[in-house]
């Protein structure tokens, strides 16, 4: 890390003062602006000309739930925590305790360091240290880079142990196509097929068509409305450089398209729904990952990171001009 990028970073010497979604670096180009938190390398504002593409946070706040975050080495739930590789049990700390399951990852609440930063791009990294749930040492890296496409976050996870390590990723950003909530907003994404889960855990049971449930069969621009979606979709329609996109857009015509490639098959898409009002549906998370939930148990999707092999997965969110 550069003398520079350590100087550009917030000073704080003084810990009861740092802000508690960590340290912050805010980067920018040609009317994008992007401010990413150290907690969880949370992507914490991203804005075009002054416009809310996702949903923001304050810095001295604690993130809510996992608005932003970067999930690996599993991005959703593990069912119970518990799954099986080469032969092994292992069970994981059940962080969705609710619904007694693994959700989303070790790394979400880790304080990620610096190691790049210009006037456009930051990198951030941390290491998954090896634990009765995960025995694997897993370097990450997630570089944020403005341009005139929009945000790009990429994240890069290399196998530092000796054994081959279960691994996924995606984000969990929450868009915002203008004003007014998930239930004014227009939804338009390809896929042709959904996960169905179980309505009190959310486990996964089954990938159905579309068709069986109109209501999620979004490959034409529709309105939300008051829909409810917390579901992962398949079967996802690329283009012919193999990236396909999730389009938002309000009446106004403003808008937000989050665009992925095939190293994400996976679209998790939520509609946010929360007890408190002032929370409920006011963004659509929308999720590329690399694999379905459960994949730890499944092995349906899942990357097998060998011993000092890499991973990467990349996605851009970029505005849509009314």
Do not use: K
Request: contains cysteine; negative net charge; aromatic residues 8%.
């Amino acid at each position: 890390m550069t003398d520079a990028a350590v100087a550009s970073a917030t000073d704080l010497t003084d810990a009861s003062v740092l802000p508690l979604s960590g340290l912050q670096y805010t980067i920018s180009h040609d009317g994008y602006s992007a401010t990413i938190a150290s907690v969880g390398a949370s992507l914490r504002i991203l804005t075009w000309n002054g416009r809310d593409l996702v949903v923001p946070f304050d810095a001295d706040e604690v993130r809510p739930g996992y608005r932003g975050a970067v999930l690996a080495p599993w991005p959703n739930r593990v069912v119970d925590g518990s799954y099986t590789f080469d032969g092994v049990d292992y069970q994981l700390p059940l962080t969705e305790p609710s619904r007694s399951h693994a959700l989303h990852g070790l790394v979400c609440w880790t304080d990620w360091t610096l190691q790049a930063r210009s006037a456009d791009s930051v990198t951030l990294g941390t290491t998954i240290v090896p634990s009765d749930g995960y025995p694997h040492r897993i370097a990450l890296l997630v570089t944020y880079s403005l341009s005139d496409d929009g945000l790009t976050s990429t994240v890069t996870a290399q196998n530092l142990g000796a054994g081959t390590a279960p691994y996924g990723t995606g984000p969990h950003p929450y868009l915002v196509a203008g004003p007014g909530v998930v239930d004014d907003w227009t939804l338009e994404f390809p896929a042709a097929a959904y996960l169905t889960v179980t309505p009190d855990r959310l486990s996964p049971v089954a990938t159905v068509p579309v068709e069986t449930t109109p209501e999620f069969d979004f490959r034409a621009p529709r309105l939300i409305g008051d829909t409810f979606i917390d579901h992962a979709f398949a079967a996802i329609a690329r283009q012919a450089d193999g990236s396909a996109s999730v389009t938002l857009t309000s009446p106004a015509g403003t808008g937000v398209r989050m665009s992925f490639g095939t190293e994400l098959p996976w679209l998790q898409v939520h509609t946010a729904d929360r007890p408190a009002p002032e929370r409920s549906r006011i963004g659509l998370a929308v999720e590329p990952m690399t694999c379905p939930p459960d994949a730890f148990s499944t092995g349906e999707d899942l990357v097998l990171l060998a011993p000092a092999a890499s991973h990467s997965a990349a996605w851009t969110i970029a505005a849509i001009q009314a």
